[in-house]
């Protein structure tokens, strides 16, 4: 299993200024993961707690409007997260044109959230698979779905990572959303999930093998058209979440809207849009995330991330929905 392997190979044990208390903390996450390592402390873990650390010091001086910890992910490096979490494949001939995404027609509400309407199902975890782009596009295919046919199904996004490679996606290689969307518009359908069940294996670094088990008597939802335009607010869309801290940002206290002026706009991680508001305590604009890293990672699953200050994170450079 690759799983173990990365484990075994990837994480380099922190060998000089031995602590006891990091070591405590190792035991305790490593118990609390499940994770199998040896005993000794990952380097990488050890750096994650000390910026998770100092981060909190700041934000506790007010130099941050989000607080981080500890997660799941928390043995990986930046680079290792944005490797197997965040597979984002632009295509050569990328032909939507990208529209600033902004709530700006005067008849929209202040706020929406999307989950109090039933559009959105619960959150999923993509694994070690860069398989971001097939959650986003289920995630945007089913608050469509929802939304037109009053009724809100898991759909399958093994099947858009078996399925879509003649469409340009390389299943948990990384993919893009508009390139699922026009796979199910050819299909004319896609799968539900509890027909076609999420594996997102990676054997042998293969990943995808290209056989495609959809099954059109369990076809759960179809779609028609994309657009890549704004305002409308299942919005699958992408992001760059260059966190500081590698997906830790887990927002339990107060208030927590990650604005982060310096994070980068280049674009390579896909996330769904659920909805958008300002948040009480810090007087932010937010856009309400959700992202496909489990409950553990951010706010349940969810990152509210500032919105209408640029394009932070690159956020509101690119979106996309099904119709
Ligand atoms: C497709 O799904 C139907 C209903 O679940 C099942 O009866 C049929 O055997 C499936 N076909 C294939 C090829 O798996
Ligand atoms: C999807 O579209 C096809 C072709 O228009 C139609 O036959 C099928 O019933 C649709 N499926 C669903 C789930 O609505
Ligand atoms: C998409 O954006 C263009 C340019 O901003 C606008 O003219 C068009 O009406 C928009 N389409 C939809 C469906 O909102």
Redesign the pocket.
């Known amino acids: 299993m690759l799983g173990v392997w990365l484990l075994v190979c990837l994480c380099a044990p922190v060998l000089a200024e031995f602590d006891s208390r990091l070591d405590q903390h190792w035991e305790l996450w490593k118990k609390t993961y499940q994770k199998k390592y040896h005993n000794e402390v990952c380097q990488s873990f050890a750096k994650n707690v000390n910026h998770i650390n100092t981060h909190n010091l700041e934000a506790s001086l007010g130099l941050h409007t989000y607080t981080l910890g500890i997660n799941h992910l928390s043995d990986l490096t930046k680079e290792e997260v944005l490797k197997f979490y965040a597979n984002l494949r632009f295509p050569k001939d990328f032909k939507i044109t990208p529209t600033p995404l902004q709530v700006r027609d005067e008849d929209v509400p202040d706020s929406v959230d999307w989950r109090e309407s039933g559009l959105v199902t619960s959150v999923k975890d993509q694994g070690e698979c860069g398989s971001c782009w097939a959650f986003s596009a289920v995630g945007a295919l089913e608050g469509m779905w929802a939304k037109t046919k009053k009724k809100l199904v898991d759909l399958s996004p093994q099947n858009l990572v078996d399925c879509s490679g003649k469409y340009g996606n390389e299943g948990c290689g990384g993919g893009y959303m508009h390139q699922a969307f026009d796979y199910v518009i050819d299909n004319q359908g896609i799968d539900s999930e509890a027909?076609y069940p999420y594996k997102g294996e990676v054997k042998d670094f293969v990943f995808f093998d290209g056989t495609c088990?959809y099954?059109v008597?369990?076809r759960a939802a179809n779609c028609s058209s994309y657009q890549g335009n704004d305002t409308r607010l299942w919005v699958s869309h992408v992001c760059r979440f260059a966190w500081g801290a590698y997906g830790m940002v887990m927002c339990r206290s107060f208030h927590c809207v990650y604005y982060n002026p310096d994070c980068p706009q280049d674009l390579d991680h896909g996330v769904l849009l659920v909805g958008y508001g300002t948040d009480d305590t810090s007087g932010l604009d937010y856009w309400l995330i959700k992202n496909s890293w489990g409950e553990g990672w951010g706010e349940n699953g969810y990152i509210r991330m500032a919105r209408n200050k640029g394009q932070m994170c690159g956020i509101s450079l690119y979106s996309v929905y099904p119709e």
Do not use: L, Q, T
């Open positions: 027909s088990r099954n008597s369990n």
